[in-house]
């Protein structure tokens, strides 16, 4: 990883006043999933997934040069849609921490964030993805333009991927616009576990204009955090045999998405969720994230396929959250399904994404 980045500048060896950058980043969905890590984001399988369009974070920084590196953490001030908010603050300070080892220039800096999210804080879609995606591009941009690099967009976004796996994992994919793989894989060329890749090329155009449509069950913050969830795997007695399965499932998903077979495709991303749930369920200790209602949901879109024939699939998250994803051609039936289950809960209607987007900062 160190290689990777390859940064002969630990010195602060750069001229700087105080700058401000900006950044907006997608949140993605996993259909294949992630579930079990070594050290520093290491993934023990293969994961693919979308970004999604709307749901964002956009982050602005204001830096400025100290006149000596900070030590332990650095010094920061985190608002949150205009608050300041001690515990991402300490998250973030844990990452810059870690990615200082990467770009040791972080050292002279503080740091001032203003960040906010395109969907309600309390929809339950709060990720850590979209965040930490948003941070990690504004470093490695700021070192491109520190250092004169000329690096082109392309390698600032490996660069950024593998810098924002370490914050989180599933934020490597943030990273990419519309399908990307992250985890060494002889499906796809190129694939490594330090960072995400596009693989728009091995996808068939009837994929290119996928939706997600988010059923927010509940919008209480994850009862589980990730963390914690990727660390019931090391003890798990179906570990072995389920990162074999996720190998087997991301080559059968290669070859629905090759030929735009969305029967396959759907069958086997609900599959993955609910192997996600189902071994969240074995864990010890154990963990149900699904409500009735999402059970319900669920029960309702296998009912109304049988009826309809309609291409509309689920696929879950680390939540009760349901997200029904179908193509766009599918919206009208999408609609008629929801209304059909008089549902009072929020719906966040979202497709796939053009990935990463730099904004023009006003106010300095
Ligand atoms: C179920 O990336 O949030 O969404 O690496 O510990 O930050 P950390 O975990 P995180 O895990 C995401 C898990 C998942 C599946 C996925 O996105 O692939």
């Known amino acids: 990883m160190k290689e990777f980045f390859n940064n002969k500048y630990t010195q602060g060896e750069f001229e700087l006043g105080s700058n401000s950058i900006c950044y907006s980043c997608p949140s993605n969905i996993a259909l294949i999933k992630y579930w079990g890590k070594k050290e520093t984001q290491l993934p023990r399988n293969p994961s693919l997934g979308f970004s999604l369009e709307d749901a964002r974070t956009t982050t602005k920084l204001k830096y400025s040069k100290r006149g000596r590196p900070w030590d332990d953490s650095p010094d920061l001030k985190f608002y949150f849609e205009g608050s300041q908010n001690q515990s991402f603050a300490m998250k973030v300070s844990g990452f810059i921490t870690k990615a200082s080892e990467y770009l040791p220039f972080l050292r002279w800096l503080d740091f001032e964030f203003d960040s906010s999210n395109s969907f309600p804080h309390s929809s339950g879609m709060a990720s850590s993805a979209s965040a930490m995606s948003a941070i990690a591009l504004i470093f490695v941009d700021i070192e491109n333009q520190l250092f004169n690099l000329d690096q082109n967009q392309d390698v600032i976004r490996k660069k950024?991927?593998?810098?924002?796996?370490?914050?989180?994992?599933?934020?490597?994919?943030?990273?990419?616009?519309?399908?990307?793989?992250?985890?060494?894989?002889?499906?796809?060329?190129?694939?490594?576990?330090?960072?995400?890749?596009?693989?728009?090329?091995?996808?068939?155009?009837?994929?290119?204009?996928?939706?997600?449509?988010?059923?927010?069950?509940?919008?209480?913050?994850?009862?589980?955090?990730?963390?914690?969830?990727?660390?019931?795997?090391?003890?798990?007695?179906?570990?072995?045999?389920?990162?074999?399965?996720?190998?087997?499932?991301?080559?059968?998903?290669?070859?629905?998405?090759?030929?735009?077979?969305?029967?396959?495709?759907?069958?086997?991303?609900?599959?993955?969720?609910?192997?996600?749930?189902?071994?969240?369920?074995?864990?010890?200790?154990s963990y149900t994230l699904l409500r009735p209602l999402s059970l319900e949901i669920i029960e309702e879109l296998k009912n109304f396929r049988t009826k309809t024939n309609c291409d509309i699939y689920f696929t879950l998250d680390a939540g009760p959250n349901i997200h029904l994803i179908y193509p766009h051609k599918e919206k009208e039936n999408l609609l008629v399904f929801l209304r059909s289950l008089n549902l009072s809960c929020d719906v966040h209607h979202d497709h796939l994404g053009s990935g990463p987007k730099k904004l023009v900062v006003t106010n300095g």
């Open 160 to 285: 950024a991927s593998a810098l924002a796996r370490i914050g989180s994992g599933s934020a490597c994919r943030s990273l990419l616009p519309h399908f990307s793989v992250w985890g060494e894989t002889p499906e796809y060329e190129g694939s490594s576990d330090l960072f995400a890749i596009d693989i728009d090329k091995q996808v068939h155009q009837d994929f290119m204009d996928i939706c997600d449509s988010v059923v927010i069950v509940s919008s209480q913050v994850k009862s589980v955090s990730s963390s914690h969830g990727h660390k019931l795997m090391d003890q798990h007695p179906f570990a072995e045999n389920r990162y074999l399965q996720a190998r087997e499932n991301l080559s059968k998903l290669k070859g629905h998405l090759k030929k735009g077979d969305w029967v396959g495709f759907g069958e086997l991303i609900e599959l993955e969720a609910l192997t996600l749930h189902g071994l969240m369920m074995s864990s010890s200790p």
